[in-house]
């Protein structure tokens, strides 16, 4: 990793679980190599370090018990801020014992935490909140780990030009060519607009892809649809430092987005701390969140969520064994590290506003505040 860019990381927002998730029992996960329990009080969703103050057992291994996480070990008991409220060999509670806690919030279907004192708000999403009553409805596909860096999962996710080799069976004859366009900069969120053409003079090798289009949510019934162009405009988001989406606009008043939102499981050089136990053999992997949520007017013309989950899935599969194969598995902030042309100014935009990110932080930490080794590495 970059100096400083661990202490960066750790001070901004990322997804550790989904909500439906949280619903009982403690849920264990993890992010940036901490092991993280996870449980819902009358207050909401409440995060801490995964291990007893009393002798180290996970808690997720625990239950709840009268609105309190009870220890699987002794059965201690603990509240939605981690004072301990029991030891039944006792009885009555330490008054010095308690967890580590961390910050922890929900917001679109998912629970995020964020390991120290947040530097940048939650990210957001405008489109789903500028009209409250079109009756959004979400589906969340169930989260997948990838073997790259938090930065080369965002940006493939955001690449438009692979759509027409990796992914030729789902979308069909998408044509390769991808016109020059212009990434807008709003502090740290980008923006900008592609227009997916389907060219039918563009043939992919085998004859694949010839069949259906996909049309980024739309169905076989846009093909019978005469309001439907072989063209399609696709409104593409990012917000620091990983939630990217994609937002649509069909025929019918329809609109549809797909979100993904990867969180730092491990890093370079790096395991999971306690018990032994390391995550990715100290490599880098990525736990990758991910939803797809469409207006009424959408699900009434083109079907339920439920189906463009089932599609998104296939189309994320497609991308694992590729991004896995990246060499550096995650991508450089030197530009010139790696090519670029034209089809690639949103990575471009993205790294240079990464590396701006990243030297503000650095800049506004203390000068005793020295960088680890991991972090003295570099990429």
């Not at 060519?177 to 212009?182: G, H, M, Q």
């Not at 988001?237 to 649509?248: D, G, N, Q």
Request: charged share 25%.
């Amino acid at each position: 990793m970059y100096p400083y860019e661990h202490q960066m990381l750790e001070r901004l927002w990322f997804p550790v679980a989904r909500e439906a998730d949280v619903d009982g029992a403690p849920y264990a996960t993890s992010l940036l190599g901490r092991r993280l329990v996870l449980f819902r009080t009358e207050r909401g969703v409440a995060a801490a370090r995964d291990r007893c103050p009393h002798r180290g057992v996970a808690l997720s291994l625990g239950q709840m018990r009268d609105g309190n996480l009870e220890c699987p070990y002794h059965g201690w008991r603990f509240n939605h801020e981690g004072v301990c409220t029991l030891v039944p060999s006792q009885p009555g509670a330490h008054p010095l014992a308690g967890l580590d806690t961390v910050r922890a919030q929900t917001a679109y279907g998912l629970v995020w935490a964020c390991l120290g004192e947040p530097y940048l708000p939650m990210p957001s999403i405008p489109e789903m909140a500028d009209d409250p009553d079109d009756g959004w409805e979400s589906g969340f596909g169930t989260p997948f780990v990838v073997r790259c860096g938090l930065r080369s999962i965002t940006e493939n996710f955001r690449d438009s030009s692979h759509f027409a080799f990796v992914h030729k069976r789902v979308f069909g004859d998408v044509n390769p060519l991808i016109p020059a366009y212009e990434v807008r900069r709003d502090g740290w969120k980008l923006g900008w607009e592609f227009v997916l053409r389907y060219a039918q003079e563009f043939q992919v090798q085998d004859g694949a892809g010839t069949g259906e289009r996909y049309r980024f949510g739309g169905a076989d019934v846009d093909q019978a649809d005469p309001s439907v162009s072989d063209e399609q405009l696709i409104h593409y988001r990012f917000s620091a430092i990983a939630l990217s989406y994609v937002y649509t606009e069909h025929p019918h008043g329809g609109r549809r987005i797909v979100c993904q939102v990867p969180a730092p499981i491990a890093v370079e050089g790096e395991g999971e701390e306690g018990m032994g136990r390391r995550v990715g053999g100290g490599g880098t992997e990525c736990r990758v969140f991910w939803f797809v949520a469409a207006n009424r007017r959408f699900r009434e013309h083109y079907g339920s969520v439920a189906d463009q989950v089932d599609i998104e899935r296939v189309i994320f599969a497609e991308d694992v064994p590729i991004v896995e194969s990246l060499d550096p598995a995650e991508a450089p902030l030197e530009l010139d590290a790696q090519a670029h042309v034209r089809a690639d100014r949103y990575s471009v935009a993205y790294r240079k506003l990464y590396r701006e990110l990243l030297d503000e932080f650095a800049a506004a930490q203390p000068a005793d505040a020295q960088p680890t080794a991991t972090q003295l590495q570099g990429a």
